[in-house]
């Protein structure tokens, strides 16, 4: 069965500095990978997703996201975060022969001014 | 750009009551969804729909539970009997085509059952 690992709950960064949120998954094929966020009483915006190709994925907002085989990692970076980038960051692997996606239990993000 | 819209945004409702929550899809996407989050959880599939009849289920989606494309706009989700432990953020999507084409999620109804 298909699974995700978001290991950090909340992080907690500065204005302007570099962020990296993990994304472990568990999945015997290849998987369909996203990121979604979630800002306070809003739905889930997709940032980005990976179906194939190229391992390095640009998404929305100056996100990019890396999908590592070896390390089933799918980890979401951004090289200066933003104050409006406070929010709620969803990992979700998916596949070809289901409907369904399947979540991480999200990283909370708090941005320091 | 459109929206998924979800009503209400906050239902309150006794145990064992029937409770329906709406949803108004994007207009020219195909596949729809629910999903739910208990808080503090993961984010959990529930349902899909297509051309009018369920394609996926997951455990939690029990007899208790069903879904309705009434017209050509909405999709329902209604819960007959509720029960302490259907407390959650229940999300709508849908997405237009193909697996490759996004989900687009609504802003969630927060249902309590007291």
């Known amino acids: 069965a298909q699974s995700v690992t978001q290991p950090d709950i909340h992080i907690t960064v500065s204005e302007g500095a570099s962020l990296e949120l993990r994304c472990n998954y568990s999945y015997g094929a290849t998987p369909y990978l996203f990121w979604y966020v979630q800002s306070p009483g809003q739905g889930l915006q997709l940032l980005l997703k990976y179906f194939s190709g190229d391992t390095l994925v640009q998404g929305i907002k100056g996100f990019e996201a890396e999908f590592k085989r070896s390390q089933s990692s799918f980890n979401l970076r951004k090289p200066s975060v933003h104050w409006s980038d406070a929010a709620e960051y969803f990992c979700a692997v998916g596949s070809g022969g289901s409907e369904k996606l399947v979540f991480g239990k999200g990283t909370k993000l708090t941005v320091n001014p | 750009e459109p929206e998924v819209t979800q009503t209400p945004s906050h239902q309150v409702t006794q145990m064992g009551q029937e409770v329906i929550l709406r949803c108004v899809p994007i207009?020219?996407?195909?596949?729809f969804y629910w999903y739910r989050q208990i808080l503090g959880q993961k984010v959990e599939f529930l349902v899909s729909?297509?051309?009018?009849?369920?394609?996926?289920k997951s455990e939690i989606f029990d007899d208790q539970f069903s879904v309705e494309r009434p017209d050509g706009s909405n999709f329902t989700l209604k819960i007959r009997s509720t029960k302490l432990e259907d407390s959650a953020m229940y999300f709508c999507?849908?997405?237009?085509?193909?697996?490759?084409?996004?989900?687009?999620f609504g802003n969630g109804t927060r249902l309590t059952v007291t």
């Open positions: 999507a849908s997405r237009r085509d193909s697996f490759n084409s996004p989900l687009h």
């Open positions: 207009s020219n996407h195909l596949y």
């Open positions: 729909f297509y051309n009018n009849e369920i394609s996926e």
